[in-house]
């Protein structure tokens, strides 16, 4: 593990750590950086900024982006199949889920996303959702207006660039999504989510000694692995009994 200075935003532990098999980047501010940051916009810039500096411009830039605030609440859709959206919403607290329902009901989560995500970002460029969005805890997001989002990539790509990498990120993992469920185990299936959420949480600031708060019921781990809920139980039961995790309540430990 090496610290080195991160654009005089405070000390960035980076490392790599090895967590049920994967090796993923490692990633710590200092309490005095967190003071400095927005609190609206925090998590979202820290994640920007793991990828290019933002200068102090285009931070306030962000912030003065956001046209307004709102509560979600759990269970409810933030976004809805077939809408045409004229904002873009990010997450500033709270969990959520990306899906699609089926004609028999069946639902299929195809994302999740945590504080620091745009959960929305690509209905910039796509109009019509071919998906909802749903809170799967009570959320605080922010909303900034497609109108802003287009100047802001007119005018200034540095941060469209920035954008546009956050847009290849979330492509990224759903690539690893679909090899997981074309061709890996439950078992290595199940081993992956949680090393990219830990991954995900850590990246914001949401990880203490290996553990984060996961407020994921098994049904919606089954929803987003495509097992059921008994599979999904007999799994993390295998992964406990091996000491790799414990989970107690919402606060999961990944332990080797």
């Given at each position: 593990m090496r610290n080195v200075r991160h654009g005089g935003t405070g000390i960035l532990s980076i490392g790599s750590t090895r967590h049920l098999g994967t090796t993923w980047l490692s990633l710590r501010v200092s309490a005095a950086a967190l003071q400095k940051e927005p609190i609206l916009t925090f998590p979202f810039?820290?994640?920007?900024?793991?990828?290019?500096?933002?200068?102090?411009?285009?931070?306030?830039?962000?912030?003065?982006?956001?046209?307004?605030?709102?509560?979600?609440?759990?269970?409810?859709?933030?976004?809805?199949?077939?809408?045409?959206?004229?904002?873009s919403i990010f997450l500033i607290t709270g969990f959520a889920a990306r899906y699609n329902l089926l004609r028999n009901g069946k639902r299929q989560i195809t994302a999740l996303h945590v504080p620091g995500d745009f959960v929305d970002l690509h209905s910039f460029l796509v109009k019509k959702m071919d998906h909802a969005v749903m809170a799967i805890t009570p959320c605080t997001v922010g909303m900034i207006p497609h109108e802003?989002?287009?100047?802001?990539?007119?005018?200034?790509?540095?941060?469209?660039?920035?954008?546009?990498?956050?847009?290849?990120?979330?492509?990224?993992?759903?690539?690893?999504?679909?090899?997981?469920?074309?061709?890996?185990?439950?078992?290595?299936?199940?081993?992956?989510?949680?090393?990219?959420?830990?991954?995900?949480?850590?990246?914001?600031?949401?990880?203490?000694?290996?553990?984060?708060?996961?407020?994921?019921?098994?049904?919606?781990?089954?929803?987003s692995l495509g097992l059921s809920t008994v599979h999904v139980n007999r799994v993390l039961q295998e992964l406990r009994r091996e000491g790799v995790i414990?989970?107690?309540?919402?606060?999961l430990v990944i332990k080797d």
């Open positions: 810039i820290r994640k920007l900024e793991q990828y290019d500096r933002l200068s102090d411009p285009e931070r306030q830039l962000l912030e003065g982006a956001v046209v307004r605030q709102r509560a979600v609440a759990r269970g409810e859709d933030m976004v809805r199949e077939g809408d045409r959206p004229a904002e802003t989002l287009r100047g802001i990539s007119e005018n200034h790509p540095h941060l469209a660039r920035l954008l546009a990498v956050n847009i290849a990120v979330d492509a990224a993992i759903h690539r690893q999504w679909i090899v997981a469920m074309g061709r890996r185990s439950a078992r290595e299936h199940t081993a992956h989510l949680l090393c990219e959420l830990f991954a995900r949480v850590q990246a914001v600031g949401l990880v203490t000694d290996d553990s984060f708060e996961l407020p994921l019921t098994q049904a919606e781990m089954g929803d414990t989970w107690r309540g919402e606060t």
